[in-house]
């Protein structure tokens, strides 16, 4: 009985994979639990567990999948119109994550390595530089992030309580009303904090 529902299960999932109706979306789905969901997982066991081989084996994988997807982002967008891309893209995925190919080792090794040592002087510059920038940034604008943060936190409370009244409505709202976010507001916020 087990082996006639194994058998189904299999001849179902198939025809899901390769039908042309619902293949895009199944395909597409199983891309992304394949490339990342399966992935974090065991990048979490492998850091828990720290065996160096398994670490080093997830950071490789990491490195190549996070090259890939930059490189894949506007090419996608053209050669998802192409039949069973996905499902290449899919295979590809596996091939990166298999003990035995070695994916990801291959690629890192041959490809990504040699061209980040190459240009490593210069990417160090760039992501210093646009550390120093992006901190600039957050200097100047504090005030704007403070504004935004008080903002969402005084809008997730109202909707909370919205929520909480909806759930529970015999009970008195135990809350004024959402009073109207202003600099006000914010500058009364921040001398509280004070």
């Known amino acids: 009985m087990a082996l006639l529902s194994s058998s189904i299960a299999g ?3 198939l025809r899901l994979l390769l039908s042309p109706v619902v293949s895009n979306v199944v395909v ?3 891309c992304c639990s394949v490339g990342i969901c399966f992935p974090v997982y065991s990048t979490f066991k492998a850091i828990e567990s720290k065996n160096k081989k398994d670490q080093d084996q ?3 994988y990491w490195a190549v999948y996070g090259s ?3 490189v894949e982002v506007f090419p996608d967008k053209l050669l998802s119109w192409f039949p069973l891309y996905y499902h290449a893209k899919l295979a590809f995925l596996i091939w990166l994550q298999l003990p035995a190919s070695c994916g990801s080792r291959h690629l890192y090794m041959k490809y990504l390595r040699p061209f980040l040592l190459k240009h490593q002087q210069r ?3 760039i992501a210093g530089g646009t550390s120093s920038e992006i901190n600039r940034l957050l200097l100047r604008h504090q ?3 403070q504004f935004v943060k008080v903002a ?6 109202t909707v909370y309580q919205i929520l909480q009244d909806m759930v529970r409505p015999s009970q008195p709202s135990t809350s004024d009303a959402p009073r109207c976010i202003t600099r006000d507001a914010i500058e009364e916020t921040e001398t509280d904090s004070d």
């Open 68 to 70: 890939f997807s930059i």
């Open 123 to 125: 990417l160090d510059q």
């Open 11 to 13: 001849e179902v999932g």
């Open 152 to 157: 969402f936190q005084k809008s997730f409370a």
């Open 58 to 60: 997830w950071l490789i």
């Open 28 to 30: 597409r789905t199983a």
């Open 143 to 145: 005030s704007e992030i």
